[in-house]
């Protein structure tokens, strides 16, 4: 299967989920998520119709951006965890960043956005798992971030993103997906602009889509398996 097929099928897919779910599949963007393949997959997909891609980490992305400028109506978001002393290189670089887990990274942010002149929509990521590799904040602590930020002129939060536990069977990922939304649905009623929800992957899109996701980041489904260089 070429990567053109594998977005087609998968749009396909993202379409009946929508309307199991009485949604319209408009509402919902694919993501494709180009972490450790070459550049080269990126003009591949650009050439199949997509635009929207995620990266995960500042420095590779960083590398792959000088082959991708003739794509000007590519957008390039940050899906992966932001050190405070790469938020300048994040700002310059990505269109967005999904994965805000800090109120010292929204601050670093938004200073580094106002300096470029540039708007920059970032979604907060929740941590709705106990698990230790997980990142993003506890929900607990999102009403008081959301109003610490509501001062900002570059960076705009316009929607909470989550990565649940892994597993094999896609029901599992539901409870957290269902919080997701309910966390976003209560948020929105002080912050309007809070509307987007990341949420699923390549195994449990389409539980995401059921529970309301706007967004669904798609790697191995559209790119194949990642082969990480050995250390
Ligand atoms: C890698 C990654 C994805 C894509 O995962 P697949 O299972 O390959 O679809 C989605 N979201 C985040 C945050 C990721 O790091």
């Given at each position: 299967?070429?990567?053109?097929?594998?977005?087609?099928?998968?749009?396909?897919?993202?379409?009946?989920?929508?309307?199991?779910?009485?949604?319209?599949?408009?509402?919902?963007?694919?993501?494709?998520?180009?972490?450790?393949?070459?550049?080269?997959?990126?003009?591949?997909?650009?050439?199949?119709?997509?635009?929207?891609?995620?990266?995960?980490?500042?420095?590779?992305?960083?590398?792959?951006?000088?082959?991708?400028?003739?794509?000007?109506?590519?957008?390039?978001?940050?899906?992966?965890?932001?050190q405070s002393n790469k938020t300048n290189k994040a700002a310059g670089l990505f269109d967005a960043v999904d994965a805000v887990d800090s109120l010292?990274?929204?601050?670093?942010?938004?200073?580094?956005?106002?300096?470029l002149g540039k708007a920059l929509p970032v979604l907060i990521e929740v941590k709705l798992s106990h698990e230790e590799s997980k990142h993003g904040?506890?929900?607990?602590?999102?009403?008081?971030?959301?109003?610490?930020?509501?001062?900002?002129?570059?960076?705009?939060?316009?929607?909470?993103?989550?990565?649940?536990?892994?597993?094999?069977?896609?029901?599992?990922?539901?409870?957290?997906?269902?919080?997701?939304?309910?966390?976003?649905?209560?948020?929105?009623?002080?912050?309007?602009?809070?509307?987007?929800?990341?949420?699923?992957?390549?195994n449990d899109f389409a539980v995401a889509i059921e529970e309301g996701s706007t967004c669904v980041r798609v790697g191995t489904a559209i790119f194949?398996?990642?082969?990480?260089?050995?250390?």
């Amino acid at each position: 299967m070429s990567i053109a097929d594998n977005i087609a099928r998968l749009k396909d897919e993202i379409a009946s989920a929508a309307r199991r779910a009485n949604r319209d599949p408009e509402e919902i963007e694919l993501m494709a998520v180009s972490k450790v393949h070459p550049a080269e997959v990126i003009l591949e997909a650009y050439a199949a119709g997509q635009r929207l891609f995620g990266e995960n980490k500042v420095q590779e992305f960083e590398g792959k951006r000088p082959l991708l400028e003739r794509l000007t109506d590519a957008k390039f978001h940050l899906i992966g965890p932001l050190q405070s002393n790469k938020t300048n290189k994040a700002a310059g670089l990505f269109d967005a960043v999904d994965a805000v887990d800090s109120l010292k990274i929204a601050e670093r942010l938004e200073k580094a956005a106002k300096e470029l002149g540039k708007a920059l929509p970032v979604l907060i990521e929740v941590k709705l798992s106990h698990e230790e590799s997980k990142h993003g904040i506890p929900p607990e602590e999102l009403p008081a971030l959301l109003d610490a930020m509501g001062g900002f002129e570059a960076v705009e939060a316009v929607g909470l993103m989550t990565v649940p536990p892994w597993s094999e069977d896609a029901e599992t990922a539901r409870p957290y997906f269902r919080e997701l939304r309910r966390l976003r649905d209560e948020a929105v009623k002080t912050h309007p602009k809070l509307t987007q929800l990341s949420m699923g992957m390549s195994n449990d899109f389409a539980v995401a889509i059921e529970e309301g996701s706007t967004c669904v980041r798609v790697g191995t489904a559209i790119f194949g398996k990642r082969i990480y260089p050995e250390k």
